[in-house]
């Protein structure tokens, strides 16, 4: 998650005009990473959990967000494109999905195991219908 998490342009950027330093989310990050004190998190122990995001009160100082661009007008201030949950979600649905799917249209979705095999495996397996 870590690398994927570095690797991926999406990160959690902090507003440095709109934090009040409270430092709620340094203290509720799972990495103990010093969230209050960077503007963006590139550090491959950042996950992308969000929980600095969560515990934030202080209304758009911690974002999940695109790298910035220039913003239409000249002379305005970079911005940042925030991604909300729900999109998030939607993404890592849409990723898993064609993932699974593409799996099973090449035929990298089928198991070697004898299907006594798996039903001992699979507890209450044979109970689950559609």
Known sequence: MG????????KIRRDAEACVDCGKCAKAC???LSVDKLIQIRSVECTGCMECVAVCSTQNALQLALPPRAA??????????????????????????????????????????????YMQLVPNADGIDH
């Open 30 to 32: 799972p990495a103990h």
């Open 72 to 117: 239409q007008e000249t002379g305005a201030r970079w911005r940042s494109r925030v991604l909300r949950p729900q999109m998030v979600a939607a993404i890592l649905a849409v990723i898993f999905v064609g993932l699974v799917g593409a799996a099973r249209l090449t035929g990298h979705w089928q198991t070697n195991i004898p299907r006594d095999v």
């Open 3 to 10: 690398i994927v998490s570095a690797l991926s342009p999406v």
